[in-house]
Each structure stands twice: as structure tokens, then as C-alpha cells.
């Protein structure tokens, strides 16, 4: 028991212990990493330890492709610190020997020359610059030679091309590897080339350190296999195995004894990313377990404990490396879990943005559509007095202030003196003022200036009467702009909350599906589920081959709606841009009801221009919508004005805006627009194809009627037609149809035109009733012609009817059990 409490005492103090270390690290590092970012990247140490290291780097022992490509990158992408470079280089350069020196200072000085004159060749010269890197180091490699030779063989100008044509590759890869020496703050997503690129530089520094030996240890192997335990670890064993071959190629270039430390890297490094799930210790084994195999079949038996060792130690380093530095580089790198993450981040920031914008938009909106819709203090005041009691103010104010029986008359007889004036204005308004002769000797006797205030009460009322017609006219202005503003608000955050609508997660139903079809035997390469709400759903599937015959329709679209209990049909289909590529297919909701319409029309005295119009349109969201407008009087100007009105609905409704916001807008702009008494009715019918519910609009327009069956009922509201008034309540009439119902719409020239029929309801009923036929198109002919054939063939009005038959939506395929394929 004794010793049981002295274990658990040991393992809390080592766990306190290690919870400590930990503890000190985090806080270390938050004061130590400012710091280190302006040292590093502020002050250029990162550059000048870059530039250290590839000034000692050669491969091929006399080859140095590195100095220039790094000079030229810094020099062109960072030129403030073309100094720091260029001492950074010879420092790395004189500590291999003075020749290396000579050379890097000559290659520098025939890049400037180069670069002088292609800058005045050619203005944009950046794309030229590996040409002049090429040119420098090939003339500088056989200057040199020639310089300690005296002479200049084909194996000299062979390796002067080589060392060319490396410097050419490592140029076009150091421009897009030193940029990420010098930008710290700026958060960067690498690409796969950019990881290569990044991989090669780190190699090519490394190189710099080939002859460093600590107790027989490689300084160089410590730390390319601290760099692909930490790459394989981040970004699993494919970027691991990839690092390990780049690096392990660039070493083995550098000294050829190091050729078989590309199979120890990329061995290591695919099984460090396989083993990454045990976390840093299975990373760790993995490294551990590749030098081990490795070492053991090519290294000498004194070599293979120095090479475990130096395993060791890069573990070592790799286990210390704080958590936070890992996850900052897996953010950067394509494929890891916290590169998605942080993308995701980034994109729902940049949506919560655009949703509190579209908010705040919103908001404006509304508080411009309250702003237009209070009236103002004087409006208010104004309103607390009658058109009457403003107008005589006025005018008392003009014509008695200066009198001096004023007193008199307002104040002991004010009553009666307002009753006169009353009396004289409502005269004066009918023109009846001089015929009223009693009227005008009880008001001289009355009054002391009775022909002077006659005089001014003629010449103000019709200037009054007008100023209020424009005031109202106003107001109806301020009302229809707020009520539009307030509609636009009400879109605009329907909007925000669509855009911040979360995808759901329905990863188990996507494999439930992909798997499904896979045991079918369709061949599907991905499935994505972006709702599964009822009615509403949202499937997206990539498919390998053309949906040539069908299969989409006739197969995946009938097991999903096996699986999902509702009928799925293909929405859309995107081929790829690419021969032999994927084709994406869109899969959704069929509505549960379709509408089949017959339309028959008819212009007076058999014309072709009809003051009727109709449309019938599909606004969204399930809805399907039948309008009939019938502009005032007949020809071309009705026509103009029916069609105008129909428009303007079917923009609006499709921006979302409900109906009848939408017809109080229609109507304020035809009362607005024109002072001219143009008027013009609307019927509109809103069927939601989901479970047949139907809203109707009548705006002066003739009734509806429904046949369900034997029974004819009549739908109609209360409205007068759009533009005779201004401000008007719209009353919405709805109904339940069912599947088989018609729907007759009909504007008044077919409702009212049958000749010596005193009840158009009743005879409109019956000769629906009597239809022996439910096909909308005949439907709509025979009642067209049963019309005019009751007027003996005259059309004395424009005519329009249309007729929807409500049916329930049967699916082209059925359903194909999936259980049972589910079971395999």
C-alpha cells in the first residue's frame, strides 16, 4: 500500500511537473515571439542566415548554383535588403575558401551589368531575369576557371552549363520561396508548388551545413529529419514522403555518400505521416523505425549507432516544439484538418460580414421607410385642423388683422362670424355666391369689409383646393416610398439570415447514400448534402460518366427518393470542362403539385390589339402564379397600361417582396405617374405547389370560380381597380384547392359579356357546370366561345380567360427499394 502511494505521489509531482514545463513554454513564448518576429523578419536575421548558409552551399563539390538565384530573388522581390543579402553571401562564401569569394562577387557584378541593360531594353524585365542569371553565372564559372586554369576545356564549359541551367530552375523557385522569409504577418495559404519550392530552399540551406560534425554527428542530417518528421507530422505521410525526396535529392547532389539519405527521408517521412494518429510519438516512431531499417542496410555497424543518435536528437527537437508553432504551419497547408478549419473560419468571417452589412443596410431601410411614413411636427399640427378651419384661418388672418371691429367678430361673435365664412366658402367653391343675394346683404350688413373679403375668399379657395390635392398627392408619394422601403428591408434580411444559414453536417446520411448507390452498382464519386429540410432538399452527387441514357433520372434519382421518403428529381447537370472528367449533378425536391393552364383570349370587335394581358410565371420558393390585367377602355393605350402593370408584378414578386406590398406599389406608381385618369385591374392568383394553398388578389377584377367535381363555388374580394384611389387595404381571399380542381380566372369581358342575362354569376356557373371536358386549353375555348356565341358573334369587349387545372405531381420514375441494398 506504501509503495502504491508512493508511485501515485511520483506520477503527480512528474505530471505537475510536466503541466509546469508546458506552462512556462506557453508563457515563454508569448513574450519571446514578438520579439523574435521583429528580430527575424523586421531586422533581416532570417535573410542574412538564408544567405550565410547558401553562400557555403555547392554541390558536386565546385558547384555553386546558389549564391546568384537567392541574390537576384532578394534583389528583385525585396530590395531594401539587397545589402544584408549580398554581405550575408560573401560571409558564407570566404568561410569555404577565397575562390568561392571571387566567384560570388563576380556573378553579382555581371547580374547588375546584365540587369542595367535589360532594364533599358525592356521595361517590364522581371520575367528576363533567370536569362541574366543563366548569362552571369556561365560567363563568371569559365572566367574563373580560365583565371587559375590558363586554359578552358568541353568538361569546364560542360559544368559551367550545368551550374547554369540550376541556377536558370533555382531562380524561378527561390521567387517563390523568399517572399515567406519576409512576410511574417500576413497570413499565407501555400499551394503544393509553393510547399516544393519552400522544401527546396530549406534544402539548399541545409546544404550550407555539410561539413558541421558535432561528436561525429551530421548537424545536416539532425535537421532535415527534424524537417520532414515536422512536415510528415503536419501534413501526413504524402507531403512527409515528398520532403523527404526533395531533400534527401538535394543532400545526395551535395555529397554523393549522402545518396542513400533520400530513401531514409522519404521513408521516414511516409511513415511518420502513417503513424501521425499516435500523435507526436507516432510521428516520432515512425522517423525512429525508417533510420533504423535504413541504416541497418547500407551504413557501416560504427555508423548506424552516430545515425540512431542523430534521429534521436531531431525527435528530440521535434518533441519540444511548441504546439502552437505546428498548428500555426498546418493552417498554411493544403489538405490538413486546421487548413480547413481556418479556411472555413475565414469564409464564415467574411459571411457574418456580408450578413451584419446586408443588416445593417436593412436597418437603413427601415428607418428611411419610418422617417417617410411620421409626419412631420407642422403636418401634425396641421392635421388637428380641418381643410375648413386652415383655409378661413388663412384667410381671416389676411383681411381682419387690420380691421378694427376685429375684436368684435371673433372674439364676442366668433361663432357666427365662422359660420359665415363657412357658408361664403361653400358658395363660392359651387360658384353660387353672386346668385345668393340674401346671403351677400346679411354678410355686408355684417360685415365692414365684406367685398374686400368676397374678393380674396374667390381668388384663394381654388389655389387652396389645389395645394391640398398636392399635399395629398404628397403624402401618397411618402407612403409608397415608405411602404417600398419597408419591403426592401424585409428582403434584405430574409437575405442575412439565408447567408448565415450553417451547412448541416450529414456526413452519415453522404455515406449512407454513397455507399448505397456504390452497392448498386453506380459508380458515384462523391456525395454532398446540403439540406435534407422537406421539400427543400439539396443534394449534389459527381459522377465519372455522361448522363448519357438517363441513369441520373432513371437510377440515383429514384433510390434517393426511396431513402429520403420524398420524390427527388435532377434539378441541374454541369459537365466538366475537362474530356473524360467529372459531371456534377443537382438533385432535389419535386413539387408535390403541377399546374397545367389553357389560355383564350379575344380583342374588341375582333382586333389584334387586346387591353387584356396575362401571365403566368414561376416566382420561387414553390410558387406559382396566374395574373389577368385589363387596362381601362380597349387598343393599344390599355394595352400599353395592362401590360405596363404586369410587369412591374412580376419584378416585384420575383425580388421577393409579398403580394399585396407589391400591388399597393403597383398602385401608387399608376395613381403617381400620370394625372390622367388611367386605371386598370388585377386578378391574381398565388398557388403554393407544395400543398396547393392558393391566395387570391382581386383588384377590381371580375370573380374566379373553381370547379371541384359537380361544384362550382365563386372566389371574389372588394377592391377597386389599381390607380383610382390612393390609399386602399387589399384583401386577400384564400383557399385550399385540391388536386383535380379548375381554376377559372376571367376578366369582366367574359364575365359581363353575354347579352340579356341578368344574373352573370348564376349562368357562369352553369355553363362551367355543364363542361363535359377538364382539359384547361378546351376549357378556356368553349367558355370563350360560348360567350360570343350569346352575343351572336359580336365582341363588344376585350376577352381573356385562363383556366388551371391543380393535379397531383406523379413522378416519371417510382422509387427503387434501398434497403436492401442498404443490407449488403
Not at 106 to 124: A, D, E, G, M
Not at 285 to 300: D, Q
Request: hydrophobic share 45%; aromatic share 10%; with cysteine.
Amino acid at each position: 500500500m506504501a509503495k502504491l502511494q508512493k508511485v501515485a505521489s511520483n506520477a503527480s509531482t512528474g505530471l505537475r511537473a510536466v503541466n509546469g514545463f508546458q506552462s512556462f513554454l506557453r508563457q515563454t513564448s508569448r513574450i519571446i515571439k514578438p520579439n523574435a518576429e521583429k528580430v527575424f523578419f523586421d531586422w533581416g536575421l532570417l535573410i542574412f542566415l538564408t544567405g550565410f548558409l547558401l553562400g557555403r552551399a555547392f554541390i558536386l563539390a565546385k558547384i555553386l548554383p546558389f549564391i546568384l538565384p537567392f541574390f537576384a530573388s532578394v534583389y528583385m522581390m525585396k530590395r531594401e535588403r539587397t545589402g544584408l543579402a549580398f554581405i550575408s553571401l560573401m560571409i558564407g562564401a570566404v568561410t569555404v575558401s577565397i575562390e568561392n569569394v571571387s566567384y560570388a562577387f563576380s556573378t553579382i557584378v555581371l547580374f547588375f551589368i546584365f540587369n542595367i541593360f535589360f532594364s533599358r531594353v525592356k521595361r517590364h524585365h522581371i520575367g528576363l531575369v533567370p536569362f541574366q542569371v543563366f548569362l552571369s553565372v556561365f560567363i563568371s564559372h569559365l572566367g574563373i576557371v580560365y583565371l587559375y586554369q590558363q586554359q578552358l576545356i568541353m568538361y569546364d564549359v560542360l559544368m559551367a552549363s550545368v551550374e547554369a541551367g540550376l541556377s536558370f530552375i533555382l531562380t524561378m523557385i527561390f521567387f517563390q520561396s523568399v517572399p515567406l522569409l519576409s512576410v511574417p504577418k500576413r497570413r499565407q495559404h501555400l499551394g503544393v508548388e509553393e510547399i516544393v519550392c519552400l522544401i527546396i530552399l530549406l534544402a539548399s540551406i541545409v546544404t550550407g551545413t555539410t561539413d558541421w560534425y558535432v561528436n561525429n554527428m551530421s548537424i545536416q542530417h539532425i535537421i532535415t529529419r527534424y524537417i520532414v518528421i515536422l512536415f510528415a507530422y503536419v501534413a501526413g505521410g504524402t507531403v512527409g514522403c515528398t520532403v523527404g525526396v526533395v531533400t534527401g535529392l538535394i543532400l545526395s547532389l551535395a555529397s554523393v555518400s549522402s545518396l542513400y539519405q533520400m530513401s531514409l527521408l522519404a521513408f521516414s517521412g511516409l511513415l511518420g505521416g502513417m503513424l501521425k494518429e499516435g500523435r507526436k510519438f507516432g510521428a516520432a516512431a515512425g522517423l525512429l523505425i525508417g533510420t533504423c531499417l535504413i541504416s541497418f542496410y547500407v551504413e557501416k555497424q560504427t555508423d548506424i549507432i552516430f545515425s540512431i543518435i542523430e534521429s534521436v536528437i531531431a525527435i528530440g527537437l521535434f518533441l519540444l516544439t511548441p504546439s502552437i508553432l505546428l498548428k500555426q504551419l498546418a493552417k498554411v497547408v493544403p489538405g490538413t484538418d486546421e487548413y480547413s478549419s481556418d479556411q472555413q473560419q475565414y469564409l464564415r468571417k467574411i459571411r457574418d460580414l456580408t450578413a451584419n452589412r446586408i443588416v445593417q443596410f436593412s436597418n437603413v431601410f427601415e428607418a428611411l421607410s419610418s422617417s417617410f411614413s411620421q409626419p412631420s411636427q407642422y403636418a401634425k399640427m396641421e392635421d388637428e385642423l380641418t381643410d375648413e378651419e386652415l383655409f378661413i384661418c388663412k384667410i381671416s388672418n389676411k383681411c381682419c388683422n387690420s380691421c378694427l371691429k376685429k375684436d368684435h367678430c371673433w372674439s364676442n361673435h366668433g361663432e357666427r362670424t365662422y359660420n359665415y365664412m363657412a357658408e361664403m366658402m361653400d358658395l363660392v367653391e359651387r360658384d353660387k355666391l353672386i346668385k345668393n343675394g340674401q346671403f351677400i346683404r346679411d354678410w355686408g350688413k355684417y360685415c365692414q369689409r365684406s367685398v374686400k373679403m368676397a374678393d380674396l375668399m374667390k381668388e384663394e379657395v381654388f389655389y387652396f383646393r389645389a395645394n391640398q390635392r398636392l399635399k395629398k398627392q404628397v403624402q401618397e408619394s411618402r407612403r409608397l416610398v415608405a411602404e417600398q422601403l419597408l419591403g426592401v428591408s424585409k428582403v434584405m434580411v430574409d437575405f442575412a439570415q439565408e447567408i448565415q444559414r450553417e451547412k448541416e453536417n450529414h456526413q452519415i446520411q453522404e455515406e449512407q447514400i454513397l455507399q448505397a448507390l456504390i452497392n448498386f452498382g453506380i459508380d458515384v464519386n462523391q456525395v454532398e448534402i446540403y439540406s435534407l429540410e422537406q421539400g427543400n432538399i439539396d443534394i449534389e452527387i459527381l459522377i465519372p460518366f455522361e448522363n448519357e441514357y438517363g441513369e441520373c433520372q432513371k437510377l440515383i434519382g429514384p433510390i434517393l427518393s426511396d431513402i429520403l421518403k420524398e420524390t427527388v428529381v435532377v434539378l441541374k447537370e454541369e459537365s466538366s470542362k475537362i474530356p473524360n472528367g467529372n459531371y456534377l449533378v443537382t438533385f432535389g425536391s419535386d413539387k408535390s403539385f403541377v399546374i397545367d393552364t389553357g389560355v383564350a383570349t379575344a380583342a374588341k370587335g375582333g382586333g389584334f390589339i387586346s387591353g387584356d394581358a396575362f401571365k403566368i410565371m414561376d416566382v420561387g420558393a414553390g410558387k406559382h402564379a396566374i395574373a389577368i390585367s385589363d387596362g381601362m377602355g380597349n387598343g393599344e393605350r390599355a394595352h400599353i397600361e395592362s401590360n405596363e402593370t404586369l410587369k412591374l408584378l412580376q419584378k416585384i414578386l420575383n425580388s421577393g417582396i409579398e403580394e399585396t406590398v407589391a400591388i399597393k406599389s403597383i398602385n401608387s406608381i399608376l395613381s403617381l405617374r400620370t394625372t390622367e385618369e388611367v386605371f386598370a385591374t388585377l386578378d391574381l392568383a398565388m398557388i403554393d405547389l407544395h400543398d396547393a394553398s392558393a391566395k387570391f388578389l382581386k383588384i377590381g377584377s371580375a370573380p374566379s370560380f373553381v370547379k371541384r367535381g359537380h361544384h362550382v363555388f365563386k372566389v371574389e374580394a372588394s377592391n377597386l381597380p389599381i390607380g383610382i384611389i390612393d390609399e386602399f387595404e387589399v384583401e386577400v381571399v384564400s383557399e385550399q384547392l385540391k388536386a383535380g380542381d379548375l381554376l377559372i380566372m376571367m376578366s369582366d369581358g367574359i364575365f359581363e359579356g353575354p347579352r340579356e342575362v341578368e344574373n352573370y354569376e348564376m349562368w357562369m356557373k352553369r355553363k362551367i357546370g355543364e363542361l363535359e371536358t377538364n382539359n384547361p386549353q378546351e376549357v378556356a375555348e368553349l367558355l370563350l366561345e360560348e360567350v360570343i356565341r350569346t352575343n351572336m358573334g359580336d365582341i363588344n369587349d376585350d376577352m381573356t380567360v385562363v383556366v388551371a387545372m391543380v393535379n397531383r405531381n406523379l413522378p416519371e420514375w417510382t422509387s427503387i427499394p434501398a434497403y436492401s441494398v442498404m443490407a449488403q
